[in-house]
Each structure stands twice: as C-alpha cells, then as structure tokens.
C-alpha cells in the first residue's frame, strides 16, 4: 500500500520521538537524509584537515614519548576521518563525491583548522581545547538519532579523552616548568580559546539549522548550551594551570550557575569559515596535494583488487 508523504513523516516523526535509531535502509525525510550527509562530511573533513596543524609538529616533538602519543594521536583523526565518510556513504553519497567537494572548496570543515600552530605549547592547547570542545559536541552525538552516525561517535569519543588528556598534560608539563615554558602555554591559551568557543557554531539565534535538528534529535543540545559547558569545564583547568583566561568579562554568574563571558568576534568567525581565515588556502592546497601524491597508491590498491576477483572466479569455475 502507498503512503502519503505526511503520513511517512508522521510515522517518522513518532520514531524519532520513542527514542528509537533510524538505521541506512529505514525510510527518511529527504532534508534528514542531506542534512545528515552534511554534518558528517563536514564533521569527516573536519578530522582530516584537523591533521594538518598538529602533523606539522610530529618531526619537532621534543622526546620520543611525546612524538608517539602525537602520532598516535593524528592517526586517531584519520581513522575518525574513515569511520565518518563511511557513514555518510550509507546515506547514498559517494567518497569521491565527498573529497572532491572538499578539494574544490565547496564543503565546510571546522573553523578551528584554519589556524596556525606556531609553537609545541599548541599541541596542547589543541589537545586540551580543541578536543576539548570535540568532546562535549561529539558526546551528545553519541545519542544522534541517526545509528550509524551515534555508533561511529561512541568509539570516537572514547579516543577523543585520550587526546584531551595528552594535551592537558602537555599544559601541566608547561606550566610547571620555566617562565618561558609557562609564557609559552599562557600564548597558546591566548590565541586557541576564542577560536575554540567559535567551534560551537553560531548563537542559537542565527543558527539555520539547529531548530529542525533538535526535532530530529540529531543535536541533543544547541550551540549555545554546549559553548557554555565548555566554558563552565574548563575555567577551572585553567585555574588548576595557572593561566588566565583572555576575556575580561569573563565571571562566574551565581544566580545563573554558569560563567558569564564576553563577546564572541562574530566577523572573525564568518571570516575563517568563508575561506578567509589565517590557514584555509594552506589547507585546501595541502589536502589537494595529498590526494594527487596519492593517486598511484589508489590505482594500485584498485589493480590489486581487480586481479584478487578476477583469482577468485577463476578458482570458483
Ligand atoms: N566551522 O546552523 P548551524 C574535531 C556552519 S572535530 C565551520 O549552527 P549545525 C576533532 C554550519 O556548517 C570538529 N562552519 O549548523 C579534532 C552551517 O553551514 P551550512 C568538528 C561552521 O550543523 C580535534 C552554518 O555554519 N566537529 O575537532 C561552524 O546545526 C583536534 C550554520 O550553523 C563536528 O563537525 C564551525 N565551527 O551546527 C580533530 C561535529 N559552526 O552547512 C583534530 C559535528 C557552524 O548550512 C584535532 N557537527 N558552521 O553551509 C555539529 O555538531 C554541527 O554541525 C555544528 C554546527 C555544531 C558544528
């Protein structure tokens, strides 16, 4: 039997509102199905230009110990970066279709990357803000209504706090070092913290897409309410560091529960995220130069696999 299309959504709708996963083959709205391929490639990209400023570091790490746990941490993103291509897949979108809208400029990725890391004192801060901020995003992901999405997030999440770690623990190591180390760690602070509350998108008020998405479950909390569990976390770590916070407005509001803060540079935001940001064309060409040296090793595991199943029906007859 047919069904109308507000019928279906209505069923839709009621699913959604049990609780319950949508899973790749379970009928979908076609704005759940776009918007769902968008914050995946966009959150996919996101982990692998995120690569990008801390591998810049791994040959300078000052001792074996840290450039370990730093490329274990980069090869993480990039997992990250697989598992979510992946689920976009499931929603009928090809990978090629999603590099080339990364490599042409056309899909988004997190402001963040757009930012240069100038010293070791920003892996960690990157570490401690940036996955920071990934974390309290991404652990509400892990309820996303979307099940192939929510899965990928669990196991994300759990490596995320390994990189938060690695990070804050960087800091500590700073902090309680020279004045020069802990002027260092101070500098970094300084120049990640705005941009890291800019990771939470727009205020609730201009953002286009948080509305629909809340009726969706597929944000469980807005960019409003996540920005400022950010802010209430990590005040305190650093206070436990020793460092200062660059916001003068900055202060704990009692009757609120929360910390006040001052005012987010909207235009700096808008800026980075239209390609105009410190970094985004260094990004672009470094991705595009990665996918053209990397042509070969495609063609071959391609060739490979071509000569695998042509073995494979040879043997069968
Ligand atoms: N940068 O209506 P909303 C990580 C865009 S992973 C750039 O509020 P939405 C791991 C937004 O796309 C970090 N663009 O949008 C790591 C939309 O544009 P569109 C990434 C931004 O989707 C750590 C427009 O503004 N995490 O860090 C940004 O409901 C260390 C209007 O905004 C994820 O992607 C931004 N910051 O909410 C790796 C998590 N914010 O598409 C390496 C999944 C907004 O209409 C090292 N994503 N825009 O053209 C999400 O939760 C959501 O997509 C939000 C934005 C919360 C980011």
Redesign the pocket.
Known sequence: MEHSIEYLEKQFQDRIDRGENIEAKDWMPEKYRKTHI??IS??AH??IV??LP?GNWITRAPSLRRKVALLAKVQD?AGHGLYLYSAAETLGISRDELFHQLHTGKA?????FNYPAVTWADMGA?GWL??GA?II??VM?TRTSYGPYARAMVRICKE?SF?QRQGYEIMITLCNGTEEQKAMAQDALNRWWWPSL?????TDAE????EQ?MKWKI?RKT?DELRQQFIDITIPQAEFLGLTVPDPDLKWNEERGHYDFGEIDWTEFWQV?KGFGPCNKERLKARNKAWDNGAWVREAALAYSEKQSKESIRKAV
């Open positions: 968008r914050q966009q959150h996101s982990e995120g690569m801390e993103e988004k990725y997190s402001s963040i990157i940036v996955d990934a995003n991404q992901l995320e990189h800019m990771m939470f998108g727009p953002s286009t897409h948080t998405s944000k960019n995220v």
